[in-house]
């Protein structure tokens, strides 16, 4: 498998601001990322699929300029979620493709927008 | 509409009885179906993953079963242990632009009694 950490692993910030979110592949070389949200006794909802080197791809519905993805290395993909408001409160996740069927996921970050 | 679909929220069963979690799902195009386990505030863990041209998948106390034509998974646990006591999602997954893209379900908590 991968090897996947988060930073930070939780987060409070006042709303309107940014909140940057790194998912780190720690032994893996990862070309393909992905982003998922999790809201409270809920499913876990893919975000976007995040690429090295070229746009993130994103799920219907969710807004790519609220949603700020850069995958700039083969081990680091960051999320920064931009002006954040309250409904933005969630727990963040993120996994690694290795190229086959599995993901391997982070621990996760949980923001809470005040 | 929800694709993959836990239809029980919570399950009880005594240490080293069976436990049985169920999945169905809607979309025959999916390839790859698999399980995993998540503590609250952590990220999801692999544990056991079918191809769609199987029926059946072991893996030392976990076993998954796939009936295709009901469109219906199960992951069966046994003996149980109070150490399985978790959410468990399942996953579907479709290749798409050469990566396989997840749906989970809404989540099945397992609890087991010592």
């Known amino acids: 498998g991968a090897v996947v950490s988060q930073h930070p692993s939780w987060v409070i910030c006042k709303s309107g601001t940014s909140v940057k979110i790194e998912c780190r592949s720690l032994?893996?070389?990862?070309?393909?990322m992905f982003w998922y949200r999790q809201f409270p006794k809920q499913s876990l909802m893919l975000m976007a699929t995040s690429n090295e080197g070229s746009k993130a791809t994103y799920e219907q519905g969710v807004e790519k300029d609220k949603f700020l993805i850069n995958h700039a290395s083969l081990t680091l993909s960051t999320l920064t979620v931009t002006s954040a408001h309250p409904e933005d409160s969630s727990f963040y996740i993120c996994?690694?493709?290795?190229?086959?069927?599995?993901?391997?996921f982070g621990p996760g970050t949980r923001l809470l927008v005040l | 509409d929800q694709q993959v679909k836990q239809n029980s929220p919570s399950l009880s069963v005594q240490e080293g009885r069976i436990s049985i979690l169920n999945c169905d799902y809607t979309n025959s195009m999916f390839d790859y179906f698999l399980w995993y386990k998540k503590y609250p505030a952590e990220g999801p863990t692999f544990l056991i993953s079918i191809s769609s041209i199987k029926d059946k998948n072991e893996d030392g106390r976990f076993t998954v079963f796939l009936n295709k034509s009901a469109k219906h998974l199960s992951l069966h646990i046994v003996p149980s242990q109070p150490g399985d006591s978790a959410v468990y999602f399942c996953a579907a997954s479709a290749r798409t632009s050469g990566t396989y893209k997840y749906i989970f379900g809404t989540g099945t908590r397992l609890k087991v009694l010592a």
């Open positions: 996994s690694v493709s290795t190229g086959r069927e599995t993901q391997y």
């Open positions: 032994d893996f070389q990862a070309t393909t």
